[in-house]
């Protein structure tokens, strides 16, 4: 697991070490030492801890002006145990709703399982985002069947084509431009 690296192409661009209104503001990581570990397993230093045992995140990328943050998440995202969605939101959505933020991009194709608790996070962040809207991206499939048995979809948009996004040949703009027009045409047919 410390092989599974965030995404760094896009740090040309945005870095939230250097974003002062980012959480992350200043920090800074030794690529050589693993800190943090999932059930023992040690992972990639970059990843960013928010206050959950198994699920870290690095946020690839932040518009103030056009008002999204495309966040990666990484491991196993365990709402029954250590209510994972209680610590993003917030520790890390709150912080970024403060600043203006009302669309989120989450990627998933490195969160390994879901375990759901019930939905009042997730029903909170929605109503706090007024003309927003949270999009998951490449989750797995056996992930997005947990999303399903707590009807996620009442709060965010996944699935069909969004499983299959090939987000790394884009930039970020072009990325959430893409995804902005998928979700007006979903939420406003």
């Known amino acids: 697991m410390q092989n599974i690296e965030p995404y760094n192409r896009w740090e040309k661009v945005y870095e939230a070490t250097c974003d002062p209104q980012s959480l992350f503001y200043g920090e800074q990581y030794d690529p050589f030492l693993c800190r943090n570990t999932i059930y023992n397993h040690y992972i990639h230093p ?49 912080n970024l709703e403060a600043n203006g933020i009302q669309k989120f991009i989450l990627i998933g194709e490195n969160v390994l399982n879901f ?13 706090d985002i007024d003309d927003g809207w949270i999009m998951a991206i490449n989750f797995r499939d056996h992930v997005l069947e947990e999303f399903d048995k707590i009807n996620l979809n009442y709060y965010f948009l996944y699935g069909g084509q969004l499983n299959h996004v090939k987000w790394r040949t884009l930039s970020p703009i072009k990325l959430f431009t893409a995804l902005d027009q998928y979700a007006n045409k979903v939420l406003n047919p």
């Open 115 to 127: 375990h759901y608790s019930d939905d009042s996070y997730y029903e909170d962040w929605f109503n």
């Open 46 to 94: 970059r990843w960013d801890e928010f206050g959950s045992k198994t699920l870290y995140l690095k946020i690839l990328f932040v518009s103030y002006e056009q008002q999204f943050a495309i966040i990666e998440l990484m491991g196993e995202w365990n709402d029954c145990l250590y209510n994972d969605i209680m610590h993003l939101k917030r520790t890390v959505i709150e």
